[in-house]
């Protein structure tokens, strides 16, 4: 049986190795356009930051690992362009411009999202760079290698962007950052998204939210940004507005798109075609707390829906619970962390919900060293069931959301929560910890 | 109505607050026998590191304050000898040794736990210190600050005696620690726990298991701590060596005693008679994950108890779902977290234990500052159910167990486990949280 995979990153290779580990007589066969496989993308800010470490560092596995170690026919420079479903066939062009063809018994569409490219005037100038795969962090990288950067517009404010500023930063260049939208981090409890905004402008970062660029125009051997009422003249422009699903291919091969044009997946990651699956960024999911559809590319649902495809293309029943948003990232010293819905959310779900936020303390009673941690909760008036939650401080907010996320899964209540015998010592946490003191304020509020 | 409280520190003083906020016409009487009352008993180890902090730095709020601001009768001095439960009266003597009686409608006996003291010869000589209260802190900051102290000998390896070892270490003072019994900390998972030795013994922290205290004498000005095999010069020895409830009182009041003689309870903190309550290390809790009995005193508990004894005592039924055997400490660089049952426990309890331990990763792939996480994971082969869970590393450890906690109260299975979506981003864990790794392995082992 030949099993054909398009595209090599996380969910593709993680179907590709399990699926040949789950039974090593398959023919697995994997085409993706570029020429890196496997790499981890959330990590390219961070190695961008640092000028001694080349972009490779970021390759979880080279290519020749899959070829020779583990049996995986693996084509990289292979773009697939159609998906004959009727003779089971993918055709496309190799990086010589070879045109190729090959049938499969069962297909896996793992190609991932696009970042979103603005009609912007100016967008194609030299300078102005995207972040998505390994080649984009390799023009960056060489961009500040081979230029004198010292000023950089970053528009958007998303994780990717939050992230490159700290990491141009990092590197000694001043950052402003622009985005049309009034809020900055509009999902965020606003309190909590003025913290952030605080230790973004303390390092200096510059945050113009409701600033909608027009255009981008060369200058002075430089670029300039213009937007109605501000410029920019910067040396680099990053263009981080966020991504959409690359779910072309299967449009065209008629399987059913869901939520934002994502492909649409039942909980076996098949599509809608019975020898089609997907995985991955490309596809849609279902959410643990509305049980609606949704889509949320993230790397964790990447590599565990391939496992899921590859189980089921081999035989083994595997079904995937979902995704229940969660979601982390660093601001400089600030971890932000969220799970669930947040109010906007559960009313938009049908929800009735209930929220509190909190400001305690990150330590014990007089231990040194304490800082402040915001900890929000959402809840549902009518059946007194968690939602979702926000964490936020220099310390012990990202990993606190997994006992959330934890309790979204178990579909606890609010009461149920502010039982739980949670870890307690000086150096970590106050008797009662933060999600404990929240919970039982949000339960005094229903 | 007149509420008599015993004692005054965490779990005594939760209910005397909270029983009089949901009923102020509520007579509230507490007896408090030392002259401290409401301190961090948790933080002394960690206050008694800095000879710039005055031990006093732990109150979390003085007797002043209870008396004034909540019209709570606190009598610090007062020691409660007796506890009539058919006249519902109790007796004692205070600091002057003047007697003095009072009589109750509902009594809550909230007299904490003792250190054990061992019937070793030497054990009362001077340097040779406890460490319970607040008073002990006192005794040993002050030895401290008068003698010279080089050099000390700790008797025990459980919490306090590790806090305390790394907290004289940081006052630059060389430190032995001595237990009868072979393993360093016994109910660890033995690689685990060897890891945790070798963080002791890096700080040069002398770590001799199988080395039975004979006698302590006095010696050269100083003390000598002799064993069969081996003799520690010292200018100090602490004795850590465990606590037992404080529950002469209730029985000689002829109250049922449960586990370790601990005062048994049901789920409303109620005691055997009707009108007496007991909450915080004096009493015993279910096991959440057993549901039997057990006598594990921690802070937490003892607030969460006080809470809820406030509440039935007041009219507002409150029950509590009990403890999961959470329990965090530091040992110099490395968290220490552990929820649960070990296998032996689990035995013990009628399961059939599976475990299962990885080494992973505190940040993703690549990540700079990345070091190792140790996770183990246990549950019951029968029902699939998680048993409980240890976690090791130099970050991230604490706040990661709260997910298993969690799901013990949960009573969640490893396969529902594995399914969590836990946060990702590369400073903060790999991609597939070491929980998660755990998980998937234990679950394949079962």
């Not at 569409?109 to 972040?131: E, Q």
Request: glycine letters at 8%; charged letters at 25%; aromatic letters at 6%.
């Amino acid at each position: 049986m030949r099993l054909i995979i398009i595209g090599a990153d996380a969910a593709g290779m993680s179907t590709a190795s399990r699926a040949k580990r789950n039974d090593s007589s398959l023919d697995v066969l994997i085409f993706e356009k570029t020429e890196d496989v496997s790499y981890s993308a959330c990590g390219m800010p961070y190695n961008i930051a640092d000028p001694n470490r080349p972009i490779e560092d970021l390759v979880v596995r080279r290519a020749g690992v899959f070829r020779e170690e583990q049996g995986l026919d693996l084509r990289t420079g292979h773009r697939v362009d159609m998906i004959d479903t009727s003779s089971k066939k993918v055709s496309g062009v190799d990086a010589k411009g070879n045109p190729f063809s090959s049938n499969y018994d069962k297909l896996l569409i793992a190609t991932g999202a696009v970042p979103i490219r603005p009609s912007l005037p100016g967008f194609n100038l030299p300078g102005v760079m995207i972040l998505k795969n390994l080649d984009d962090g390799r023009r960056i990288k060489g961009y500040l290698e081979t230029r004198s950067v010292t000023n950089v517009c970053i528009i958007g404010m998303g994780y990717i962007a939050l992230e490159m500023a700290e990491s141009l930063k990092s590197r000694g260049i001043a950052v402003s950052m622009v985005k049309p939208r009034p809020r900055f981090i509009p999902w965020m409890n606003e309190i909590m998204a003025n913290r952030a905004q605080r230790e973004l402008e303390t390092h200096e970062i510059g945050v113009h939210t409701g600033v909608e660029v027009k255009r981008i125009e060369a200058y002075k051997g430089g670029l300039k940004v213009v937007a109605k009422n501000a410029e920019f003249e910067v040396d680099m422009v990053i263009v981080a507005i966020g991504v959409l699903p690359a779910s072309d291919l299967a449009d065209k091969a008629g399987l059913k798109l869901g939520v934002s044009q994502s492909v649409s997946l039942d909980r076996h990651m098949r599509t809608s075609n019975p020898d089609i699956y997907a995985a991955g960024d490309c596809a849609d999911a279902y959410h643990v707390v509305t049980g609606q559809k949704v889509w949320i590319p993230l790397a964790l649902r990447a590599n565990r829906s391939g496992w899921a495809a590859a189980d089921n293309i081999t035989g083994k029943e595997s079904i995937v619970d979902g995704v229940a948003g969660t979601a982390v990232f660093k601001v400089f010293d600030l971890q932000v962390a969220r799970t669930g819905l947040n109010v906007e959310e559960a009313k938009k779900a049908g929800f009735d919900p209930v929220e509190r936020m909190i400001e305690a303390s990150t330590r014990a009673h007089a231990h040194p060293g304490s800082a402040p941690i915001w900890a929000q909760m959402v809840a549902d008036r009518k059946t007194g069931r968690i939602l979702g939650a926000q964490l936020l401080s220099t310390e012990g907010a990202v990993h606190r959301i997994n006992a959330v996320v934890t309790a979204l899964h178990s579909k606890m209540t609010v009461t149920e929560f502010t039982q739980l015998d949670f870890a307690y010592a000086p150096p970590f946490g106050p008797v009662w910890d933060p999600l404990l003191v929240v919970a039982h304020q949000l339960m005094k509020k229903m």
